[in-house]
Each structure stands twice: as structure tokens, then as C-alpha cells.
């Protein structure tokens, strides 16, 4: 939904899921974080390291 490149959601959507997705990167174990992490192809984590360092 985030790096679609489509409006799949509004502005305001994606602005509260990227708020959400900061903070489980604060509050979620770092194993957890890394299993999900590693779940994502590579251009999906490049994509959403992207959006959460901006």
C-alpha cells in the first residue's frame, strides 16, 4: 500500500500506518523485527527502510 505507487490509500492512511510501523520498530523485540524484516523481498525492504528513515 505504501510503495505501490497507486492511490490505494489516502494521505492521511499512510501517514498513520508509517506512524504505527515507527513505533513496532521502537517496541517490538529485534528478533521479531528481524523475522519480519527477512520475510520481505529485497526492493520491499529498501522500499520501507526508504519510508521509515525519511
Do not use: F
Request: charged share 10%; proline share 6%.
Amino acid at each position: 500500500v505504501l510503495c505501490a505507487g497507486k492511490d490505494l490509500a489516502t494521505e492521511q492512511t499512510a501517514s498513520r500506518m508509517i506512524n504505527l510501523l515507527r513505533q513496532l520498530q521502537q517496541t517490538l523485540p529485534p528478533s521479531a523485527l528481524a523475522s519480519t524484516w527477512s520475510s520481505l523481498q529485497p526492493q520491499q525492504q529498501l522500499a520501507l527502510q526508504s519510508i521509515l528513515s525519511s
